[in-house]
């Protein structure tokens, strides 16, 4: 078990308006990630970490910041929400189990609905 | 540039029958991994077999084997004896182990599965 959270699992907001997702992992697992999961696009990276205040942008970071500031907790900030960022919010952390590769692992994911 | 394709949208296998969802890539790295994650109608990602580029065989995990053809590049996930249970969206994805740990995904195959 990754022990991945993510919060709020749903949320519906208005254009214009901030919002922040938190993802939550018991262990101390160095790399986390956030995807957006839209139709027909797979799994886009927003942004990625490598340590406490270590990140790194990735395909479709506009619009999006992140912050680091614990090992087990990544936050993604919409700071003025659109509608183009209605999607499904993946957290996703990447370790190595014994003898094997770093592998990723994912939360359960939060359904957000800008209106 | 990194890229993942996975040509087919949506696939049927009858039960008890074998299928393969095809993957191809493209990378100049030298060392890589590849994956194969499944996505069931309740939405979590789940992993389900890990390939290396450096891998002499070709990776297998219970019914899944990953049909690995560097030259091709290509990395097509084989399930065999097809169950209900395996109907679900299926997405390839790849990771350079030589530099960052981002990981690229494909937009997936929606496989069905027929009694």
């Known amino acids: 078990d990754a022990g991945i959270t993510q919060s709020p699992r749903h949320k519906v907001t208005e254009t214009g308006t901030p919002v922040t997702l938190r993802c939550h992992q018991t262990?101390?697992?160095?790399?986390m990630y956030w995807y957006r999961q839209d139709p027909g696009h797979g799994l886009r990276l927003i942004h990625y970490?490598?340590?406490?205040?270590?990140?790194d942008k990735g395909e479709v970071s506009d619009g999006y910041s992140v912050s680091r500031s614990k090992t087990e907790d990544f936050l993604l900030t919409l700071e003025s929400a659109t509608s183009s960022q209605t999607s499904v919010y993946f957290c996703?952390?990447?370790?190595?189990?014994?003898?094997?590769?770093?592998?990723?692992?994912f939360g359960p994911g939060t359904r957000l609905t800008v209106l | 540039a990194q890229k993942i394709t996975q040509t087919q949208p949506g696939m049927f296998v009858q039960e008890k029958e074998a299928v393969t969802l095809d993957c191809t890539y493209d990378t100049s790295d030298p060392s890589y991994g590849l994956f194969w994650y499944k996505q069931p109608s309740s939405g979590e990602m789940i992993f389900l077999i890990y390939q290396g580029s450096y891998d002499q065989q070709n990776a297998t995990e219970g019914r899944y084997s990953l049909n690995f053809q560097k030259a091709r590049k290509s990395a097509n996930l084989v399930i065999s004896a097809s169950q209900l249970g395996d109907s679900a969206m299926y997405f390839c994805?790849?990771?350079?182990?030589?530099?960052?740990?981002?990981?690229?995904f494909g937009t997936g195959t929606r496989l069905k599965v027929l009694a």
């Open positions: 970490s490598y340590g406490v205040k270590d990140t």
């Open positions: 262990e101390n697992h160095r790399y």
């Open positions: 996703a952390i990447s370790y190595s189990t014994s003898g094997g590769t770093d592998t990723q692992y």
């Open positions: 994805a790849m990771r350079s182990t030589s530099g960052t740990y981002k990981y690229i």
